[in-house]
């Protein structure tokens, strides 16, 4: 089993190159982004809109302890700064995001508020809006869409969560209009790949479904499968091959010790890696957590209260 380590005790970092031949090539070194200083970034997703090339991730904020969406802009070999543009009062990481007769869609991770629900661009990219919830009453991570181009469903391929970081890779049916059709199919609970790691890849005629293998450790490496013809009646796949951590290099000398994104775009690819670094931020503040949640759940009683008492008094 792989070595367990405090949350404070690691990083993660993103790394960018040009497009390659082939898919999550061997071949030239990545790119690493420089974090924040008040974080860390990970889960990277790419689009290119109207000439230019946008990078959105889940940023780690130290103080705060939990995640939130940011995009960059990616222009001649520089990263922008990073803006963060969707902040909810619970964890957000995994920016799927895809865009649809010229609107753009996003599902985040958040598995924190039971529900299964998208975002759209109201001013791309720095302004979005929850869009339809799909499904309550589900703890699920790292959800992933797919068209159906022979119809007019899509497919959210996601991970359930079940106990002790263990779950299940679930399809759920939508209509055209993202509702939930009452159709939900379990196909694995592999934790090799179980849970998703990027977008779906359309390469050589085949549909690829790429996969974060967290067998012995979180992002341990990334499995890419082949899913059969059928996608959409009876899904079947098989691997094509793994990427492990040390078949990928950077170019300022991280020791990586995991990744388990990895997305295209016809310019460039994006992966991200895991990384021991120790931060004192991220542990005085990991440590006074739980302080700031008591005191934050005690005032918000008393809020509660005085609201009460103050219709009651009219």
């Known amino acids: 089993m792989s070595k367990s380590y405090k949350p404070y005790n690691i990083c993660w970092n993103i790394g ?11 071949g030239k070194k990545f790119k690493i982004l420089k974090n924040p200083w008040w974080g860390w970034l990970a889960d990277p997703f790419i ?33 922008g700064k990073w803006k963060s543009v969707i902040s909810e009062f619970y964890h957000l990481s995994y920016p799927h995001l895809w865009e649809e007769n010229g609107q753009i869609y996003m599902c985040a991770e958040t598995n924190e508020s039971q529900s299964l629900y998208l975002y759209k661009a ?9 869009f339809k919830i799909i499904k309550d009453n589900i703890i699920c991570a790292d959800s992933t869409f ?3 181009k022979n119809s007019k469903n899509k497919y959210c391929f996601t991970f359930v969560i079940g106990n002790e970081g263990k ?4 399809r759920i049916t939508c209509d055209d209009k993202y509702n939930f059709i009452n159709e939900t199919l379990d196909i694995t609970d592999d934790m090799r790949y179980a849970r998703p ?44 091959f793994e990427r492990k951590i040390e078949d990928i290099t950077n170019d300022a000398g991280l020791k990586p010790i995991g990744m388990h994104t990895y997305n295209f775009s016809e310019d460039y690819e994006v992966t991200d890696f895991r990384v021991e670094k120790f931060n004192i931020f991220d ?12 005191a934050g759940r005690n005032i918000m009683k008393i809020i509660r209260f005085i609201k009460y008492r103050g219709e009651n008094d009219r």
């Open 16 to 26: 960018i190159r040009k497009r390659q031949d082939g898919i999550f090539s061997k």
């Open 47 to 79: 689009i290119k809109k109207d000439g230019r090339t946008y990078i959105f991730a889940e940023v780690w904020n130290y103080f705060r302890q939990w995640g939130s969406i940011a995009y960059a802009e990616y222009s001649n070999g520089k990263i």
């Open 122 to 130: 109201v001013d791309f990219p720095n302004k979005w809006a929850k």
């Open 146 to 148: 797919l068209k159906d």
């Open 167 to 170: 779950g299940h890779l679930s």
């Open 197 to 240: 790691g990027g977008a779906f890849i359309n390469y050589e005629n085949k549909i690829v479904r790429v996969a974060q293998n967290c067998s012995e450790s979180y992002g341990q490496s990334i499995f890419f499968m082949e899913v059969n013809k059928n996608a959409f009646g009876v899904y079947k796949e098989k691997i094509m």
């Open 283 to 294: 542990c005085f503040f990991y440590y006074l957590r739980p302080v700031r949640n008591f």
